[in-house]
């Protein structure tokens, strides 16, 4: 069975980092692809950065150029380094995996709860 958790949030000022993680188990092998969504309250999930299983990545026009994915296959993690922290990006962020060998921007099209994997959350809170 395939469990992701997230760690990382927190309170920040606007123009404060974060760095997320999400430990992954359960996958047979690292040929997986993986992403971050978050969704502020009322509304719906957003996609927000994904890596392929071939590493490729790809992101929100939103977070692009101020949020870095990366994952560690040794360590079964992603992770996603945010800076230039804005109140609107203010949400629960979600980990959620797909076990397919597609690219990252292909995980950034699909909607959050047709993903077969999908983590718990953490809040993250930037305050103006």
């Known amino acids: 069975q395939v469990q992701l958790v997230e760690s990382g949030g927190g309170s920040v000022e606007t123009g404060g980092s974060l760095t997320l993680s999400c430990v992954a188990s359960g996958f047979r092998d690292s040929q997986y692809s993986i992403g971050w969504f978050r969704q502020a309250p009322g509304k719906r999930h957003e996609a927000v950065a994904a890596?392929?299983?071939?590493?490729?990545?790809a992101y929100a026009e939103s977070v692009k150029g101020r949020f870095t994915v990366s994952r560690d296959n040794v360590k079964n993690t992603l992770y996603l380094q945010m800076d230039s922290l804005k109140p609107e990006d203010s949400a629960i962020y979600h980990c959620a995996a797909a076990n397919v060998r597609l690219k990252g921007a292909w995980l950034l099209r699909q909607e959050y709860d047709s993903l077969e994997a999908r983590g718990q959350g953490t809040l993250v809170t930037v305050s103006s």
């Open positions: 890596v392929g299983s071939d590493d490729s990545t």
